[in-house]
């Protein structure tokens, strides 16, 4: 049930796949939410699917509004919540924090009633109809309180955060924005540049393509609109990561092309920057934040035909074994696939045994993975 702060429920402002997960992670902890959102069809379908209830004019201010629009509109909306009572105490979810945080001081007439936030949690779809219960469980959430910023605000909004499921952390504005700078923003715009390489090779370079590019450039294909609005409300901490990145790339052009004074045509240079990504690779946190684990991988080969993946998964809860990551290779132009299994260490003997015993056929090796 909700704490005593939240008594006066909550007021979630804009029903895209944000908003909507907040308000069913709310309603899951039993909080009342009501919703509100200009697009009558977004807050319709949101309603349907459980987030909440429309918010009803007139009616007493909540105890907290969540304001989730794009971060362009973020600061007046938040602005706007306050002056017109519709909460006691607002925070938000938009991707920026220095940028809304400026203009809640320059519009509202108590600014002090508004706690930046910032859940560590997205999908590359949009809408109502994207919006997940459990979407913020186990993820960061960031909280930028400043020095003006009413206490109650950060302790409601910490509330919020820990009924969705999250994990709070607090940051200031402008350490929040140079780090999803880097952790978001930037690796999001250099997956949309190369994924934007394959749009005039023809088709039959792209069948070559294997899971490695598709991981690469998955975030991609999130909208363009709402990314553009993103990355300029950012800009100077994106530009900052971009141009630390162009530094790196004008060094593997350089050792590509057999830089002046390197006699092995560059390999070393290379040798060096690749290197480099794996020792960054190792320090990002893994399961539910620990420090990153090396897995072994257990690959098994598929029938691409309803109930396989299920029985699969059978054998292996049959194996006593636990899944710590799943993959999925599909094979051009075969009706089979290859899925990968990431066990501890140790697992992959027991694992493998009990899977050929139960007719699976298996793919190569056990491999280590990171």
Avoid at 19 to 36: E, H, I, M, N, P
Avoid at 76 to 91: F, G, H, I, N
Avoid at 129 to 138: E, I, K, Q, S, T
Avoid at 335 to 361: C, F, H, M, S
Wanted: charged residues 20%.
């Amino acid at each position: 049930m909700n704490g005593k702060t939240l008594a006066g429920g909550v007021i979630v402002v804009g029903t895209g796949l944000l908003g909507t997960s907040v308000g069913l992670a709310l309603r899951r902890a039993g909080v009342d939410v009501t919703l509100l959102d200009r697009d009558p069809a977004a807050l319709a379908e949101a309603v349907r699917l459980g987030a909440g209830r429309r918010h009803e004019p007139h009616a007493l201010p909540a105890a907290l509004a969540v304001v989730a629009v794009p971060p362009t509109a973020t600061g007046s909306t938040v602005a706007a919540v306050l002056d017109d009572r519709l909460a006691e105490y607002a925070t938000d979810v938009a991707s920026v924090k220095a940028l809304p945080a400026g203009e809640v001081r320059a519009l509202a007439a108590e600014p002090g009633r508004y706690v930046g936030g910032h859940p560590m949690a997205g999908r590359e779809v949009s809408g109502p109809r994207a919006g997940l219960v459990d979407l913020f469980d186990g993820r960061p959430w960031v909280l930028c309180p400043e020095d003006h910023t009413d206490p109650q605000a950060v302790t409601r909004a910490l509330e919020v955060a820990r009924l969705a499921g999250a994990v709070p952390v607090t940051m200031s504005p402008a350490d929040h924005d140079a780090a999803v700078a880097l952790v978001s923003h930037a690796p999001h715009l250099v997956a949309a540049l190369v994924a934007g390489r394959f749009v005039e090779p023809p088709d039959h370079e792209l069948r070559l393509a294997g899971p490695g590019v598709s991981d690469v450039t998955r975030v991609a294909a999130a909208d363009p609109g709402m990314w553009s609005e993103i990355l300029a409300a950012n800009a100077g901490a994106v530009a900052q990561v971009l141009s630390a990145l162009r530094a790196d790339l004008d060094q593997a052009l350089d050792a590509l092309r057999g830089g002046p004074g390197d006699t092995d045509g560059g390999k070393t240079a290379l040798a060096e920057l690749l290197s480099r990504g794996s020792a960054g690779r190792r320090r990002l946190p893994g399961k539910h934040g620990a420090p990153a684990t090396v897995y072994v991988t257990v690959a098994v080969i598929v029938d691409d035909r309803p109930g396989q993946l299920a029985r699969l998964f059978a054998d292996v809860g049959r194996a006593g074994v636990n899944v710590e990551d799943v993959r999925i290779e599909h094979r051009p132009g075969q009706p089979v696939g290859v899925v990968e299994l990431d066990v501890q260490p140790g697992a992959e003997r027991a694992l493998g045994e009990a899977l050929l015993a139960a007719g699976w056929t298996m793919h190569g090796p056990a491999l280590p993975s990171s």
